[in-house]
C-alpha cells in the first residue's frame, strides 16, 4: 500500500509565500507523473500544477508564474512553492502521484489534503 502525506499549509497574507511538500512512502516500484490539484469550498477540484518524472511541468494558468512544482525522485517527495498568493488561492490542497508498486500495478494515489489560507 502506497500513503502520500502533505505537510506545509496554513495561513499567509497577500503576497505571502508557502511551500507544500507531499511524501510517498510504502511499496513503491515507480512514481511516474505527480500533481498538486485544490479544491476551494463550494468548488470543483481543479488541477494546479503536474510534473512528469523526467521533471516536465505543467500548470494551470491562474498560477504560471508564481507557483513552481519540482520533485526530489530520490526522497519520493513532490513540492509546490507558492509565491505571491492571493485570496482566491484559499483552498485545500491534495497532492497526487501516479504510482507503480512493488507488484507492478498501477495506479493513482490521493494524499489527506493540506489547507491553504490567504487573508489579511
Known amino acids: 500500500q502506497v500513503q502520500l502525506v502533505e505537510s506545509g499549509g496554513g495561513l499567509v497574507q497577500p503576497g505571502g509565500s508557502l511551500r507544500l511538500s507531499c511524501a510517498a512512502s510504502?511499496?513503491?516500484?515507480?512514481?511516474?507523473?505527480m500533481g498538486w490539484y485544490r479544491q476551494a469550498a463550494g468548488k470543483q477540484r481543479e488541477l494546479v500544477a503536474t510534473?512528469?518524472?523526467?521533471?516536465?511541468?505543467n500548470y494551470v494558468d491562474s498560477v504560471e508564474g508564481r507557483f513552481t512544482i519540482s520533485r526530489d525522485n530520490a526522497k519520493n517527495t513532490v513540492y509546490l512553492q507558492m509565491n505571491s498568493l492571493k485570496p482566491e488561492d484559499t483552498a485545500v490542497y491534495y497532492c497526487?502521484?501516479?504510482?507503480?508498486?512493488?507488484?507492478?500495478?498501477?495506479?493513482?494515489?490521493w494524499g489527506q489534503g493540506t489547507q491553504v489560507t490567504v487573508s489579511s
Open positions: 497526487n502521484a501516479l504510482v507503480t508498486d512493488g507488484y507492478l500495478r498501477t495506479g493513482d494515489c
Open positions: 510534473i512528469t518524472s523526467g521533471g516536465s511541468t
Open positions: 510504502g511499496s513503491i516500484f515507480r512514481i511516474n507523473d
